[in-house]
């Protein structure tokens, strides 16, 4: 499974827009690009996942270039609430198995100020 | 309410004993894993489940056991060989066709 480097943490202020790179070298063709947000002593949420191009739903946007081999969280507006731990994830296109040895990074903490 | 179902949230252990840890998933997955998180850092795999009465080892199994007797359960027992297992457990699930794990809220467990 691809191994992922995104930056340990990031700073912001309330209204800004955060982006949050991850890295993925080594990403096959039938991998997808997940992203998870976690708030202390609660399990990762599921965010948003995509495989190539541009995704959005209503919490966040996720770009993908077309070698794939980065994709870049995007959080519009954030809050206070938005005080997290995000991972970058690559999952295999599941077809009758399960995901195997995951491989999670510590994350990217961010820090939304006031 | 769908979902997966972990409990206790906060588990104090005396040293030399065995506690089991539940997770329960009505979300009809086939896969199931368990984490462990250390304050501060990331998630890591203890063991797996593909289907039932099947599970494999991750990279940090030792000191941990665990069953898949029914598709529902995956519960896991941290034995008095783990040295160090005061930490925060995650147990997840995933369908069969899909390509998304899902959480529960976590277990905390403390060694005192």
Known sequence: LAKTTQPISMDSYEGQEVNITCSH???ATNDYITWYQQFPSQGPRFIIQGYKTKVTNEVAS???????KSSTLSLPRVSLSDTAVYYCLVLKANYGGSQGNLIFGKGTKLSVKP | DGGITQSPKYLFRKEGQNVTLSCEQNLNHDAMYWYRQDPGQGLRLIYYS?????FQKGDIAEGYSVSREKKESF???VTSAQKNPTAFYLCASQRTSGNTIYF???SWLTVV
Request: glycine share 10%; charged share 20%.
């Open chain 2, 104 to 106: 529960g809220e976590g």
């Open chain 2, 50 to 54: 593909q289907i039932v009465n099947d």
């Open chain 2, 75 to 77: 519960p896991l027992t």
């Open chain 1, 62 to 68: 996720l770009f993908i270039p077309a070698d794939r």
């Open chain 1, 25 to 27: 070298n080594n990403i």
